[in-house]
């Protein structure tokens, strides 16, 4: 299970890499939420892939899962979720303001 | 939004945003022991005012709520920090949760945490922090 | 346990938070946002002098013991740089009072500062890697906002790519944490550097660690500073000022506490590539400095050198070079504050950046002038102000390590740096003064007390290096010694 989840982080990783690659805003903010989900995923796999019940006290006699990567996916979705967000507002604002999402008309110029 | 033909729409919301509502209500209460909480609740409940931004116009459900959903954040965030220096006032360390039981008139034996408190203001900053960012990217066009 | 550990961190956000609420009260915003960074600077006195006498305190938050919670640590080093922040802090926030303009005040500009200022002490008082993520995240959420905060054109240009930089190197960061899990289950630093000792640090192990290089080198600008002149020189002076003194040491720190605590058994591959990281961006950095003839450009140039400087002493690892570093890490975040206050401040009055389009500013304005002198001076590391001693420990250290070519770049780049401050004092402030009274664009008026207040600092840090050479020396010992920092963390049970 754990060699699967690999490769499709692997996936992930790659189709990411793919779109912000790309010259556009939005299929650049798409790839990073692609990678974000891939570290994600990853972080699970290295925790390990246990079957299990929760870490609950109370519930005796079961095997229990590691609930740390768990807790970490929690807080890396939080803060993706906010990080991705304020992206796409800025490029949003971004392309009203200089009428253009392309990466390479966005180059900086000496004088503006 | 207005001005499509959206009557499935209309008349699904009135019944769906109420089940929306109540179902976050549900996961913000089980979050204690089970799936749930308060950052789950709240995007629940943003599902639910974003249904009707989508139904009505913003401007409408804006100005039937009332609010300004930076101080809903900006209070979430107080509320949740204040819990953790609650636990400092104390001598106990910062963030420190203390879990009881309470005898309430109607539940009857009920357990009470004061992690709910901090639950209430994660809720409420994401529910606050959510409906800005939607509201500020909708309402230019 | 020690409740105080906290109060940094959670200060600026209650004021922030306030701020929000209150949001037309420009005065309220003023008063209550210095008050916040008083107290952070009372805050971290008091912790100094508790870690002076009792060793270093830790917190363990919601009285979750030390491996399992996330604890925090408050060691010299962090303490000081938290001290350090809170001043430099002051002096922007005073100088953005009369500079950043009605409309950013409005727009939160305050609120935003204070939670940057959460996430950077953040990032210096935590013992858990990953609540070192947050805190990082925390701080660049601001930064972005800080970034693009007016909504000018060329600002909104760069802040894209500034976000999408560094959300691709908080990615890496977060995988660098998930193979380190793996490896060694556990994530507070303490631990971590107790089971790296007990398993050795094998190959493997030096390739997550040299992940870790990579992500915080691209957050310091060590090398990889490439997106690091667009970034800093669009946004307002005050918030460049905060970015320069703290966003790239914040990544300084985080590599100095991660090879000396946890990957410190094989300097010879990572300590000698960290070394030759800050070579590279020293020697790149001078080039910058030196080929440009714009003032923004020239002084974001020189805190890619200082970046260098700082990690060549600690490339050297030795107890010489890292006081070294300890001092000039504390000297740059002062003095890289003040020079982008002053650049800034010729900027507002001239309303150019060329230095060939400027000239002897010095006769109308003598403080200033001389202020950028001694900043100048100070920035090169020449006696009595507050870089020589750095500079001096620094060679000294890479010396005695048998780097020899580390330290030789270091003193040849200090020159090319004293070269390239030289080139601006003579541009601007020597020679005729083509600037009438009529075509100047501003004033000084209220700019002057923050700089003059850095300006006293930095010549105080150089002339009073023996009053704080007894906190140096101990975060020095804490960095040379980790079993200190294990034991403090650790070896708390019970109570």
């Known amino acids: 299970m754990e060699t699967c989840m690999s490769i499709v982080v692997g996936i992930l990783f790659a189709i990411g890499t793919y779109l912000i690659l790309s010259k556009t805003l939005l299929r650049i903010i798409l790839g990073t939420s692609i990678i974000g989900h891939g570290v994600n995923l990853l972080i699970l796999t290295m925790g390990g892939l246990k079957k299990g019940g929760p870490p609950i006290l109370g519930l005796q006699g079961?095997?229990?899962?590691?609930?740390?990567?768990?807790?970490?996916?929690?807080?890396?979705?939080?803060?993706?979720?906010?990080?991705?967000?304020?992206?796409?507002?800025?490029?949003?604002?971004?392309?009203?303001?200089?009428?253009t999402d392309d990466l390479e008309q966005l180059r900086g110029y000496e004088n503006e | 939004m207005k001005g499509l033909n959206d009557v499935?729409?209309?008349?699904?919301?009135?019944?769906?945003?109420?089940?929306?509502?109540?179902?976050?209500?549900?996961?913000?209460?089980?979050?204690?022991?089970?799936?749930?909480?308060?950052?789950?609740?709240?995007?629940?409940?943003?599902?639910?005012?974003?249904?009707?931004?989508?139904?009505?116009?913003?401007?409408?459900?804006?100005?039937?709520?009332?609010?300004?959903?930076?101080?809903?954040?900006?209070?979430?965030?107080?509320?949740?920090?204040?819990?953790?220096?609650?636990?400092?006032?104390?001598?106990?360390?910062?963030?420190?949760q203390v879990f009881g039981s309470v005898n309430l008139p109607i539940f009857g034996e009920t357990g009470m945490a004061t992690g709910v408190l901090f639950d209430v203001g994660v809720a409420l900053a994401v529910i606050g922090a959510s409906l800005t960012i939607i509201i500020s990217i909708g309402e230019d066009r | 346990?020690?409740?105080?550990?906290?109060?940094?961190?959670?200060?600026?956000?209650?004021?922030?938070?306030?701020?929000?609420?209150?949001?037309?009260?420009?005065?309220?915003?003023?008063?209550?946002?210095l008050l916040a960074t008083v107290l952070i600077g009372i805050v971290s006195v008091l912790l100094l002098e508790q870690i002076r006498t009792k060793g270093i305190q830790i917190l363990c938050l919601g009285g979750w013991e030390a491996p399992f919670g996330i604890t925090l640590v408050a060691d010299m080093l962090a303490v000081l740089l938290v001290l350090v922040t809170a001043i430099v802090t002051f002096c922007c926030l005073c100088y953005a009072f009369s500079s950043i303009g009605a409309e950013r005040e409005r727009?939160?500009?305050?609120?935003?500062?204070?939670?940057?200022?959460?996430?950077?002490?953040?990032?210096?008082?935590?013992?858990?890697?990953?609540?070192?993520?947050?805190?990082?995240?925390?701080?660049?959420?601001?930064?972005?906002?800080?970034?693009?905060?007016?909504?000018?054109?060329?600002?909104?240009?760069?802040?894209?790519?500034?976000?999408?930089?560094?959300?691709?190197?908080?990615?890496?960061?977060?995988?660098?944490?998930?193979?380190?899990?793996?490896?060694?289950?556990?994530?507070?630093m303490a631990d971590l550097s107790v089971r790296v000792a007990e398993a050795g640090q094998g190959g493997l192990m030096t390739a997550v660690s040299l992940l870790f290089l990579f992500v915080f080198s691209l957050k310091a600008g060590l090398f990889l500073f490439f997106w690091l002149p667009g970034s800093y020189s669009v946004p307002p002076t005050a918030i460049a000022a905060i970015f320069a003194a703290l966003l790239t040491k914040v990544g300084i720190y985080a590599i100095i506490r991660l090879f000396s605590l946890v990957f410190y058994h094989d300097p010879g591959v990572t300590h000698l590539f960290i070394g030759i990281l800050a070579a590279a961006s020293m020697v790149l950095g001078a080039m910058g400095a030196v080929a440009y003839w714009d003032i923004k450009r020239i002084i974001t140039y020189t805190v890619v050198v200082g970046v260098g400087f700082v990690l060549a002493g600690f490339a050297s690892f030795s107890l010489v070079g890292i006081r070294g570093s300890v001092y000039y890490l504390i000297h740059?975040?002062?003095?890289?504050?003040?020079?982008?206050?002053?650049?800034?401040?010729?900027?507002?009055?001239?309303?150019?950046?060329?230095?060939?389009?400027?000239?002897?500013?010095?006769?109308?304005?003598?403080?200033?002038?001389?202020?950028?002198?001694?900043?100048?001076?100070?920035?090169?590391?020449?006696?009595?102000?507050?870089?020589?001693?750095?500079?001096?420990?620094?060679?000294?250290?890479?010396?005695?390590?048998?780097y020899y070519w580390l330290g030789g770049i270091?003193?040849?780049?200090?020159?090319?740096?004293?070269?390239?401050?030289?080139?601006?004092?003579?541009?601007?402030?020597?020679?005729?003064?083509?600037?009438?009274e009529d075509m100047q664009k501003g004033t000084t008026r209220g700019l002057l007390l923050p700089m003059a207040i850095l300006t006293l600092l930095t010549i105080a840090l150089g002339l009073g290096t023996e009053g704080i050479h007894e906190y140096v020396d101990f975060a020095v010992e804490g960095l040379m010694n980790p079993n200190l920092y294990i034991d403090a963390v650790l070896g708390f049970k019970g109570q």
């Open chain 3, 410 to 436: 270091g003193l040849i780049t200090s020159l090319m740096v004293l070269y390239s401050v030289m080139k601006i004092f003579m541009n601007v402030f020597w020679g005729y003064t083509n600037l009438t």
């Open chain 3, 1 to 33: 346990m020690n409740n105080l550990i906290i109060l940094p961190v959670i200060i600026p956000i209650i004021t922030g938070m306030v701020l929000v609420i209150f949001r037309n009260n420009i005065w309220l915003h003023r008063f209550l946002s």
């Open chain 2, 8 to 96: 499935i729409l209309r008349t699904a919301t009135k019944v769906v945003v109420v089940i929306i509502l109540a179902f976050s209500i549900h996961l913000f209460v089980s979050g204690h022991h089970n799936p749930g909480g308060g950052f789950i609740g709240g995007l629940a409940f943003v599902a639910a005012i974003v249904l009707l931004f989508l139904v009505s116009d913003i401007e409408k459900v804006r100005n039937n709520i009332a609010v300004d959903f930076k101080n809903v954040t900006a209070l979430g965030v107080l509320i949740s920090v204040f819990t953790g220096v609650g636990g400092m006032i104390g001598g106990k360390p910062f963030l420190n």
């Open chain 3, 107 to 188: 727009h939160y500009f305050y609120s935003f500062c204070l939670f940057l200022i959460a996430g950077v002490n953040g990032a210096f008082l935590t013992g858990d890697i990953f609540n070192m993520f947050v805190c990082f995240e925390v701080m660049l959420v601001a930064s972005y906002v800080l970034i693009s905060l007016g909504g000018s054109r060329i600002q909104l240009r760069e802040s894209a790519k500034y976000i999408l930089i560094n959300m691709i190197s908080s990615f890496l960061f977060l995988v660098a944490i998930a193979f380190l899990y793996s490896m060694t289950g556990t994530l507070n």
């Open chain 1, 62 to 99: 079961i095997t229990f899962t590691d609930p740390l990567p768990q807790a970490l996916v929690l807080t890396a979705i939080v803060i993706n979720f906010a990080t991705t967000a304020l992206f796409l507002v800025l490029s949003y604002r971004t392309y009203r303001v200089l009428g």
């Open chain 3, 332 to 402: 740059d975040m002062v003095v890289k504050a003040l020079i982008f206050l002053i650049g800034g401040t010729v900027i507002h009055l001239t309303g150019t950046g060329k230095l060939r389009e400027m000239s002897g500013l010095i006769r109308m304005y003598p403080k200033l002038g001389w202020m950028f002198f001694i900043a100048a001076l100070s920035v090169s590391g020449i006696p009595p102000l507050s870089g020589f001693i750095g500079k001096i420990f620094i060679t000294e250290g890479t010396f005695q390590s048998g």
